[in-house]
Each structure stands twice: as C-alpha cells, then as structure tokens.
C-alpha cells in the first residue's frame, strides 16, 4: 500500500507534546500484525472492528491494519459514556475491540454487557478482560497477509431519534495498493506526497482527521497528531515541523484570531500551503480574518461522514463568493428541491441533494436510508441550501435543528430523552443557541411539573443529571423554564418558535 522506499525509518507519525515517532518501517509492520491478528481470531473481509481510543500513537496503524485485512473499523469517541459506547459496539456487530488503560474505568463498565462477546484488547496496559494488544502483536509476522483487501471506515453519526446511527458505505472493490477513488481525490485536490507535514489538531475518531491522515500517509507524507487543540500550540507546531497543510474547523480559526497579537506574530510558517476547513459554517467576518492573516491559502469543502458527494472553494473563490462552500467536485452534481422532491430553479433555497456521489447506507436503519434518498437516487445530508447562477453552494440551514459546537455535530433528541425522565420535568426542548467562540452552545428549555420548583437549582441538578448518562458536550449549558412548551394539539413541538427567541435576540 505505501510505496516500498517509505518503509523505512521516515516518520510517518509524530505525536505532539510527547515526540513519540512512529516511522513508516513501523507502519507498514504493525499494521501487518494487525491483520494477521485479526485473521487469528477469525476475521474475515467484510466483518468488523471497533476502536475507542485517545488521540494514541498506534490509532493510525490499527486502522491501517483493518484497511489491509479488508475489514470495516469503527471509531468510537473515547469522550462517550459507557452506555454509548456499548451501543455503538453492539449495533455494529464488532468481533474485536481495542481500547487503552486511559479508559479502563469506561471499559469496566461496558464489558459485562457486549453482546456479541468481541475479542478485546489495551493499549498502554492490560485488564483482565482485555490482553496488552502490543504483546498479541509481536507474535505475529511482520509480513503482509496472503488475502490483503480494501476495507472501509463505518463511522457514527447521531440521529434525530436519538441513537447514533452506523454510516456504511461499500467496500472498494479494486486491489489492495490500487490508488481508490477516495485517494485520488484526495491527492488531485491537495497535492498530498512525500514532502507533505500535515497537522491534525482535531480527534482522529471523527471522519474528517481520520480520511485525512490516512490520505497523507498513503502518498507518503507525514502527520502530526495533536493529543488535543490548543490555539498557541497550534501555532508552534505549524512553524517548527514547517507543516504545509492542516484542516481547521471555524472555531479553531476563532481562538486563534483570539490570541494576543504579540503571541500570533511571534511564530511564521511560511511552509504553509493549505489550510483546509469544514465540519461547520464558517461566519464570514471570520474567514476573511484567517485569508488576510494567512494569504489566500484557506480552502474549504462540503460533505458529510455518508461520503454521498461534496463541493470543494478556493480562498480566491471564496473572495468573490463569500459565504459559499463551493460547487460540486469530484463528478457529482448538486440538486435543489422542494419539500415534494420537484427540482428549483437557482437562488430558490430548499434540500441539498447529490448526484453521481459515493453510496452509502444507515447501518440497521432502513427507514433512515430510504428518507435520506430521493426517488432518483440522490441523496441528502439534510442540509438546506441554494446555487447561484455560476453553481456555488450556499447553506442556509443546517440538518433539523442539528447543533454544530465547535466543529462536532450534536443531535438536541439525546439530551431531551435524558432530561424527560427526571421526576420533575413535565416537557423539554433542547436546541443551540449563539456561542461566539464555538459557534453554538446546548440550550434546554424546560416545562417543570411545578413552575415553583423553577430556578438555578433545579437548572443544576438538570444538568447533573444529564451529564451522568450522556457525554457532557452534549448535554445543556444552561436550562431556561416556561409554564408551558409550544405544542400543536397532534404533539408536534414548534421548537422553531424557542429557537429563533434566542437568535433573533443576537441579530
């Protein structure tokens, strides 16, 4: 898979903050081991893995070793509670599941409940339940398997039900070490190769850093993990490892612009020639900041995890089409229509819909799959938008009520099937709200059984106990009481009417 003179003491893997280097020798023999693992358990083409992981050194080469073995690896954010996670585990079906010691205690409180009983194994220690996966890898070859095949990420996004929801999409059909459409794309828009430094700043379980970095490497091209963001360090990582591309998300590009202006003129990374950006709107104001503090290197994409199409902007496009996310790439074609599927004219704002994109599928959720596609065969993210008359995008809203903070897509339905069950809630909204450094914030309005018992107390208990069942990114900042929620007499809840109070109060 990657070109034979990088299999050697070339870092293709440096963690930041501690230095730890992995070379492409040590790439190209883990992750062998790992597919030689996997076919001692039984592994075969088409079954899959789950990883729950930390930003760790051996994430990238585990995934290596599941992409050579012709296997699908979930990635699982290690932020989750236990109770996600489990689902996640068993609704994928995974048969193994690798996870570190930072985790132990999540680990211990999900184990008894696996269903499908997957082999398991640590990172950074062992556990009785879960063998050093370093040890089980040095017994096997270094050699690559007799059967190596093309496997694929089956990543998670949540739904509006409220449980995540599996993004499966076809293995690649062409011979292990082929190039895949998805690597060709990949390096004709960027120019990944050998002499590419690019740095990762964000959680690699997610699809965006995860595709990113395994592109890199593929063209032979070095990645620099970041353990988490942090804006100054960014900026230090960008000049010293003289990195030539990087992803963002906006808000990131906000605590950077944030920073002391002394601090931001200390470091220079004339190296730097492209910084890519996507996962959320980027406010206008903002991206013009970055372009002329940058120069004209900013480019941005459109597309989702269901990797059903995408659009792709320059920084000079961009300037005469601010506020656009570009137009389509990669041979796919963009459809707007309305709410009965009839295609609109350009500048008439309805459902984004892709044509000629990559095919995918909701894992164990046939509903969800034949609602995201229309009768054509197009199919939507959710997202609402329009063109213009030279076929640039334009989002204008964003999946039904979907919050976007800080780059991470949380759905409100979670925390609201949390909060619904607590003795003194009698109805529940939740819904983002304006965020200025992270772009929008978890918002819950409550209808109490008793509106007496409203105020801060019961807003911090709500909040507690929200957070001791779902990850706290998801949960409520901040909760707001009303006597009575808007509802239609049929139960539809006009959460609109909530949200835009709190919009409206910003513009």
């Known amino acids: ?120 194994f640590m990172l950074d220690g062992e556990h009785p339940n879960a063998p050093s996966l370093l040890d089980a890898l040095a017994a096997q070859p270094k050699t690559p398997i007799v059967d190596e095949s093309y496997g694929q990420s089956l990543l998670y996004s949540s739904g509006t039900t409220g449980r995540p929801k599996g993004v499966k999409k076809p293995l690649f059909q062409e011979p292990f070490g082929a190039e895949t459409s998805l ?62 591309h990087a992803q963002f998300v906006p808000t990131m590009f906000v605590r950077m612009l944030k920073l002391p202006s002394d601090t931001k003129s200390r470091y220079t990374f004339a190296s730097l020639r492209c910084a890519i950006h996507a996962a959320a709107p980027c406010p206008v104001s903002i991206k013009h900041q970055m372009i002329d503090w940058w120069g004209p290197i900013i480019c941005e994409y459109y597309a989702g995890t269901e990797g059903n199409g995408s659009t792709f902007i320059s920084a000079e496009e961009w300037l005469e089409h601010p506020g656009s996310v570009g137009r389509a790439a990669n041979d796919c074609q963009i459809h707007i229509l309305d709410d009965f599927g009839q295609e609109l004219p350009r500048g008439a704002q309805g459902g984004v819909y892709f044509e000629g994109g990559g095919q995918f599928e909701y894992l164990n959720d046939p509903e969800k799959t034949a609602n995201s596609h229309h009768a054509n065969g197009w199919s939507t993210l959710g997202d609402i938008g329009y063109l213009d008359d030279e076929g640039y995008l334009y989002l204008t809203d964003r999946k ?73 990114l998801k949960c409520p900042k901040s909760i707001d009481f009303l006597e009575a929620l808007p509802r239609h007499p049929t139960g539809k809840l006009y959460k609109r009417l909530l949200k835009d109070t709190y919009w409206q109060q910003t513009s």
């Open 1 to 120: 898979m990657i070109p034979s003179h990088y299999r050697s003491e070339k870092p293709a893997i440096v963690m930041a903050g501690s230095g730890h280097t992995i070379t492409f020798g040590e790439l190209e023999a883990v992750s062998n081991q790992f597919a030689h693992l996997m076919r001692k358990h039984g592994l075969k083409r088409g079954d899959t893995i789950a990883l729950c992981l930390e930003n760790h050194p051996y994430f990238l080469p585990i995934c290596w070793g599941a992409l050579r073995a012709g296997l699908y690896f979930t990635a699982i954010s290690y932020r989750l509670a236990a109770a996600e996670v489990l689902y996640i585990v068993n609704d994928c079906r995974a048969r193994v599941l690798i996870t570190s010691a930072l985790l132990t205690d999540t680990f211990e409180r999900f184990y008894p409940d696996l269903v499908e009983h997957p082999a398991c």
């Open 183 to 244: 690597f060709r794309a990949a390096q004709h828009r960027y120019d990944f190769n050998e002499e590419t430094v690019y740095l990762s700043p964000a959680p690699l379980y997610h699809a965006a850093p995860l595709g990113f970095t395994m592109n890199v490497l593929r063209y032979g091209g070095c990645v620099i993990v970041m353990p988490q963001f942090d804006p100054e360090t960014a900026l230090q990582l960008l000049q010293d490892h003289h990195v030539t």
């Open 400 to 472: 039904s009520f979907m919050i976007i903070s800080g780059g991470v897509n949380i759905y409100p339905q979670e925390a609201e099937n949390v909060l619904i069950t607590h003795p003194l809630v009698a109805d529940v909204a939740v819904f983002g709200v304006p965020n200025e450094e992270f772009g929008e914030e978890v918002k819950a309005v409550i209808q109490p059984m008793n509106m007496a018992d409203a105020g801060p107390a019961l807003a911090a208990e709500l909040i507690a106990y929200a957070r001791s069942q779902i990850a706290h």
